[in-house]
């Protein structure tokens, strides 16, 4: 049974001129709905049926629809899928007969919610679907489907029932006196918890790294003034998203430009780059360089002749000299990268440097692909951890239980009102 009343439309489709648009009905009132604004009469589920949508005597437009019946629908709910003619007019005239008839547009995410109220997805696989929309790589889209299939639903499953059994052994023991107590059992138990503690660390340590995979991994671009900052942004970006004159600090903001590299998202952000001001505006641009040099997994650090000393505090970095079109390099530097922003030379190996450098190999997918996740995993990792030798098995069960409790929450769908809402918050209308 839906525990929500009202029936609700949106628009599941980007919005804007297109051949089509989609636009999607869920709850009690949609197939009532669409016989109001069709001559259909009957319609078998799942099956495209074309028709034309009226109102009052007036035909709209000439449509595909689909009806879901419930539960097998996305949403658990009776569903309607509208495929009009991708216009702004068509859209505009359905939404406001949909409105007319009492159906509400529905908020961000409120069909995944519903999805996830009726037993459709667990609270996992709806992160993972918010994942999947939101991905712009093949890895976050990898990421994302690993959650969505239920992997990470798996996992916590397993833990889960380790954490039950060592609980159940635990307070099997406690009516024992401590004479009668057998020992084996006792050792057995803090074995479990070994056992459990080590199949987390391990799941969290490969999933640590997965963090830049969602977000993205930062290198950013510093110098001196004229030594092709901007320019290289330019190339790679393949469009002019940076200012570039030669006149000496051109920059004096910072340029972002997000690109993908075999499927990793990389954002590279062009700087002021370091060096003495003459201005306020110039202060600030080079105060925020030194705030992005501290956030960056990377520095490409731009020179103009061998000022390379001066970057020694700077951690992760490579050298780069730019230019190499006009003037030929006659000693190969070491640990400098020449590069060429006008001919494209030397660029391809130096992004697969970039490349080799952050990203790290892994054997297996990481599992835990949330800051959520790991956070709560890391809590149980805790509360185990805590578990010694010399603890009464009172205290035991009362930290397993403690462990479980936490790990519960990780697919915990109600009571916990403030996670969903952030959870739906980076859902789209229309999903
Ligand atoms: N021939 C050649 N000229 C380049 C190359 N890269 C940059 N330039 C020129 O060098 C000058 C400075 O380039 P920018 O990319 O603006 O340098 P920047 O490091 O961003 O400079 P600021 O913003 O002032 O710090 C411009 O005249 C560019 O056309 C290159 O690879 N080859
Ligand atoms: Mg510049």
Known sequence: MSKYKDTIYALSTPTGRSAIAVIRISGDQSLKTLKKISSIKAIIPNKTKLTL?????????????????????????????IN???????????????????????EPGEFSRRSLMNDKLDLLQTEGLADLINSETEKQRSMAISG???????????????????????EALIDFSDEDLPKNILIKILEQNKNIIKIIKKEISS???SKPIREGFLVSLIGKPNTGKSSFI?????????????????????????IDISGYKFTFIDTAGLRKHKNKIEEIGIKKTKDIILRSNLNLVFLEKNEMSKYVEIKDKFFIRSKLDKKRVINIEKNILNISSVTGEGVKLLLKKIKRKLIKKQKNEPILSRERHLNIMKM??????????????DIIAFKVREALRISLEINQKFDIEDVLDIIFKDFCIGK
């Open 234 to 258: 330019n190339y790679i970006s393949k469009k002019e998203v940076s200012i570039v004159t030669n006149i000496p600090g051109t920059t004096t903001d910072t340029v972002t430009s997000t």
């Open 380 to 393: 149980v990792l805790f509360e185990l951890k805590s578990i010694k030798t010399k603890d009464s098995l």
């Open 84 to 106: 009009c003619h991708g216009s702004t007019a068509i859209i505009t005239k359905i939404s406001q007969i949909l409105e007319f008839l009492g159906i509400r547009l529905a």
């Open 53 to 81: 949508l009226k109102f009052e005597k007036h035909i709209i437009d000439q449509v595909l629809v689909v009806f879901f019946k419930k539960p097998h629908s996305f949403t658990g709910e009776e569903m309607v899928e």
């Open 207 to 209: 999933s640590e790294i």
């Open 148 to 170: 969505l299939s239920g992997k990470l639903s798996k996992f916590v499953n397993e833990i889960n029932m380790k954490l039950r059994l060592m609980l159940a052994n635990t």
